[in-house]
């Protein structure tokens, strides 16, 4: 079922009644609907979660790159490229029945025959990440209970990184075999009390030690093209969550466009404004001699012990949330078979968005309206996964030039090629399922309910049949913005419904050029071996 529709529009300037009329009938169609258990909050946390990880700690090395004025710009406009991401996510998610929102579906509509490649990229991407999670904890593990107590330095196996990794898995295993995203909100509640302390601790250190020399700092400079462009990957692939949106998505409660983009606002911003706070406070504490972890150049003490268990805290709690995406993505994979992209894809749903005829296939899944995966196969994916992944953190020191190149293209894919591809396609106005979603929102009829929102919108109803009126006599829209302002600034809505299909669909194309762009500057700068993996 499609869940609220207003992804369509006319090419003329001024919404009509009908379009308005369509998002009443849309809005009153996702209140009817079945959806997911997760509220708001704990979206915020899961998605927050994804988002901050072990990479804030090089946020002050990055602005030592880039100068303070540029190392803010950058770290909003990675912000705001990502968060439109999300939103195109969830854009297209409307395309499908509701708490089936994938990147394998949305593949299976757009792009068939290479839904395989994107969810192998995906799985890829999030395993490494994993991986590399798993290696952090056998590395800090050692150094965090010597610094609790000098004695364990003489007991060998607390010095062994594969001890701690095995004795980590007694932690993550039962937490990746969790079905719900949503069951993990109590958990990321711990992981973001982690980071909360080590934003505490770098903010303390910022107000109580001596500051860098002025002449150490970069308030306008920047130390150059080369260390800038270098330091970028870092700060882009600091806000990659997509993998988790549309489960997210799926598991919403209430999945209207405001509760969507509220969501996406108060991760993104929340993330947005540590990594400006972390950047600015440690790079001013150390100015240009501030290294990638900047916990690691500060004295010996109870207190930076303390913050490296938080580091282990939050990564140990952040692998669950990769093991979910890439369980799906591999499921997916293995369920793939070529399609033949002649033959429109049928709607299994009515307009109302129900079943038309109730299957034990149609139950959600991760991955769209494929058949949901069963508790053998769960366990066995989930398992599969995690033996892998503990054998490649024993036998691998370091990820770090493995993953820059799968950040490089697994990041950037799922982050802003796919999301504004998808979108692009998906919804062109002589898409199959763009008439076809159309077609579902006019059969729908305006219920009781729905005509008193109908009134509350009367107003912004009366200005677009205004509007129409004035243009046909020949008022342009200028002047009579010129005299009414309000009216202009009354069309704005927090949920971006206001927005114009026609400019979502340049801004996606916009956005999936941007995401080549930033894959072809990584991958140039992992060949002269200076990127650093997230």
Same mark, same amino acid.
């Given at each position: 079922?499609?869940?609220?529709?207003?992804?369509?529009?006319?090419?003329?300037?001024?919404?009509?009644?009908?379009?308005?009329?369509?998002?009443?009938?849309?809005?009153?169609?996702?209140?009817?609907?079945?959806?997911?258990?997760?509220?708001?909050?704990?979206?915020?946390?899961?998605?927050?979660?994804?988002?901050?990880?072990?990479?804030?700690?090089?946020?002050?090395?990055?602005?030592?790159?880039?100068?303070?004025?540029?190392?803010?710009?950058?770290?909003?406009?990675?912000?705001?490229?990502?968060?439109?991401?999300?939103?195109?996510?969830?854009?297209?998610?409307?395309?499908?029945?509701?708490?089936?929102?994938?990147?394998?579906?949305?593949?299976?509509?757009?792009?068939?025959?290479?839904?395989?490649?994107?969810? !192998?990229?995906? &799985? *890829?991407?999030?395993?490494? #990440?994993? /991986?590399? +999670?798993?290696?952090?904890?056998?590395? =800090?593990? %050692?150094?965090?209970?010597?610094?609790?107590?000098?004695?364990?330095?003489?007991?060998?196996?607390?010095?062994?990184?594969?001890?701690?990794?095995?004795?980590?898995?007694?932690?993550?295993?039962?937490?990746?075999?969790?079905?719900?995203?949503?069951?993990?909100?109590?958990?990321?509640?711990? !992981?973001?009390? &982690? *980071?909360?302390?080590?934003? #505490?601790? /770098?903010? +303390?250190?910022?107000?109580?030690?001596? =500051?860098? %020399?002025?002449?150490?700092?970069?308030?306008?400079?920047?130390?150059?093209?080369?260390?800038?462009?270098?330091?970028?990957?870092?700060?882009?692939?600091?806000?990659?969550?997509?993998?988790?949106?549309?489960?997210?998505?799926?598991?919403?409660?209430?999945?209207?466009?405001?509760?969507?983009?509220?969501?996406?606002?108060?991760?993104?911003?929340?993330?947005?404004?540590? +990594?400006?706070?972390?950047?600015?406070?440690?790079?001013?504490?150390?100015?240009?001699?501030?290294?990638?972890?900047?916990?690691?150049?500060?004295?010996?003490?109870?207190?930076?012990?303390?913050?490296?268990?938080?580091?282990?805290?939050?990564?140990?709690?952040?692998?669950?949330?990769?093991?979910?995406?890439?369980?799906?993505?591999?499921d997916a994979v293995l369920k793939w078979r070529p399609k033949d992209v002649s033959r429109p894809q049928a709607r299994t749903s009515s307009p109302g968005g129900r079943p038309l005829i109730p299957t034990p296939a149609q139950s959600r899944s991760d991955h769209g309206p494929t058949a949901p995966i069963s508790d053998a196969r769960f366990a066995i994916l989930t398992?599969?996964?995690?033996?892998?992944?503990?054998?490649?953190?024993?036998?691998?020191?370091?990820?770090?030039?493995?993953?820059?190149?799968?950040?490089?293209?697994?990041?950037?894919?799922?982050?802003?090629?796919?999301?504004?591809?998808?979108?692009?396609?998906?919804?062109?106005?002589?898409?199959?399922?763009?008439?076809?979603?159309?077609?579902?929102?006019?059969?729908?009829?305006?219920?009781?309910?729905?005509?008193?929102?109908?009134?509350?919108?009367?107003?912004?109803?009366?200005?677009?049949?205004?509007?129409?009126?004035?243009?046909?006599?020949?008022?342009?829209?200028?002047?009579?913005?010129?005299?009414?302002?309000?009216?202009?600034?009354?069309?704005?809505?927090?949920?971006?419904?206001?927005?114009?299909?026609?400019?979502?669909?340049?801004?996606?194309?916009?956005?999936?050029?941007?995401?080549?762009?930033?894959?072809?500057?990584?991958?140039?700068?992992?060949?002269?071996?200076?990127?650093?993996?997230?």
């Amino acid at each position: 079922m499609p869940n609220y529709s207003t992804i369509a529009g006319e090419s003329s300037g001024s919404a009509s009644a009908g379009d308005m009329a369509r998002q009443i009938r849309a809005r009153g169609r996702q209140k009817e609907s079945g959806g997911g258990q997760a509220t708001m909050v704990s979206s915020v946390i899961n998605l927050l979660n994804t988002i901050i990880g072990a990479g804030t700690l090089a946020m002050p090395s990055a602005m030592s790159h880039f100068g303070m004025t540029l190392g803010v710009i950058v770290i909003v406009w990675s912000g705001f490229t990502s968060a439109f991401g999300l939103y195109l996510q969830s854009r297209c998610s409307r395309y499908l029945d509701r708490g089936t929102s994938s990147f394998f579906a949305l593949s299976q509509m757009t792009y068939p025959n290479a839904a395989v490649i994107f969810d !192998a990229a995906i &799985a *890829i991407k999030c395993f490494g #990440v994993g /991986v590399s +999670y798993m290696i952090i904890i056998g590395d =800090l593990m %050692p150094d965090v209970v010597g610094g609790f107590d000098a004695r364990a330095n003489d007991i060998p196996f607390l010095m062994d990184r594969n001890f701690w990794i095995t004795a980590f898995m007694l932690v993550i295993i039962p937490l990746s075999f969790l079905r719900r995203l949503d069951s993990l909100k109590y958990t990321s509640i711990v !992981a973001l009390v &982690a *980071i909360g302390y080590l934003i #505490v601790l /770098v903010v +303390y250190h910022f107000a109580s030690d001596v =500051l860098a %020399p002025r002449d150490k700092i970069r308030f306008v400079s920047w130390g150059g093209p080369v260390e800038a462009l270098a330091s970028l990957p870092v700060v882009i692939f600091a806000y990659t969550c997509h993998q988790n949106m549309f489960s997210i998505l799926n598991e919403l409660a209430n999945n209207s466009p405001g509760s969507v983009v509220g969501v996406i606002s108060s991760s993104i911003g929340s993330a947005a404004s540590v +990594y400006v706070l972390v950047a600015i406070t440690g790079y001013l504490t150390f100015g240009n001699d501030v290294t990638g972890n900047i916990v690691s150049m500060y004295p010996p003490s109870i207190a930076s012990t303390i913050a490296r268990a938080a580091i282990v805290i939050l990564v140990t709690f952040s692998i669950p949330l990769q093991v979910h995406p890439c369980r799906a993505s591999v499921d997916a994979v293995l369920k793939w078979r070529p399609k033949d992209v002649s033959r429109p894809q049928a709607r299994t749903s009515s307009p109302g968005g129900r079943p038309l005829i109730p299957t034990p296939a149609q139950s959600r899944s991760d991955h769209g309206p494929t058949a949901p995966i069963s508790d053998a196969r769960f366990a066995i994916l989930t398992t599969v996964i995690l033996v892998l992944g503990y054998i490649v953190a024993l036998t691998v020191v370091s990820l770090e030039r493995v993953l820059a190149y799968v950040g490089a293209t697994g990041s950037t894919s799922i982050s802003f090629i796919l999301p504004g591809l998808f979108y692009y396609k998906i919804s062109d106005p002589n898409a199959i399922h763009h008439q076809r979603l159309m077609k579902d929102d006019d059969a729908l009829p305006l219920t009781e309910s729905e005509g008193e929102d109908e009134d509350v919108d009367e107003g912004l109803l009366g200005r677009s049949v205004e509007s129409v009126r004035s243009a046909a006599s020949g008022t342009s829209a200028k002047s009579r913005t010129t005299m009414f302002p309000w009216r202009w600034r009354k069309k704005w809505r927090w949920d971006m419904e206001h927005l114009k299909p026609e400019f979502l669909r340049g801004a996606a194309l916009a956005l999936a050029i941007y995401g080549l762009c930033v894959m072809g500057v990584c991958l140039a700068m992992n060949l002269v071996g200076t990127v650093k993996a997230h």
